[in-house]
């Protein structure tokens, strides 16, 4: 069993950044695949970023803004937001797959965290 806790998210103008981080505890990340999804309202969950071993992925949304990575000493995973826009909106979760790999399906993951909200907005 895993479990997940993310932080960092908030209230950002157009433009700025964030630093969401996900505290995972249970077990050892080291060889899991880890996730960032967000979710706006009324809309689908939807992939941002992934990160096996040292490779990663991204949205095409995301991609050259967002960072994901991940500090297997201390079981944390983290999601650097530069240059956000308010179609960013939204609630982010931290999620665990551990078949490993890089994977962009929700259906793919077993664990998630609780969420954090960021909101881009002047």
């Known amino acids: 069993q895993v479990q997940l806790v993310e932080s960092g998210g908030g209230l950002v103008q157009p433009g700025g950044s964030l630093n969401l981080s996900c505290a995972a505890s249970?077990?050892?990340?080291?060889?899991?695949?880890m996730g960032w999804f967000r979710q706006a309202p009324g809309k689908e969950r939807e992939f941002v970023a992934t990160?096996?071993?040292?490779?990663?992925s991204y949205a095409d949304s995301v991609k050259g803004r967002f960072t994901i990575s991940k500090d297997n000493a201390k079981n944390m995973v983290y999601l650097q937001m530069n240059s956000l826009k308010p179609e960013d909106t939204a609630v982010y979760y931290c999620?665990?797959?551990?078949?490993?790999?890089?994977?962009?399906?929700?259906?793919?993951?077993?664990?998630w965290g609780q969420g954090t909200q960021v909101t881009v907005s002047s």
């Open positions: 999620a665990v797959d551990p078949r490993g790999s890089l994977r962009s399906k929700t259906y793919e993951y077993d664990y």
């Open positions: 249970g077990r050892t990340l080291i060889t899991y695949t």
């Open positions: 990160i096996f071993w040292s490779r990663t």
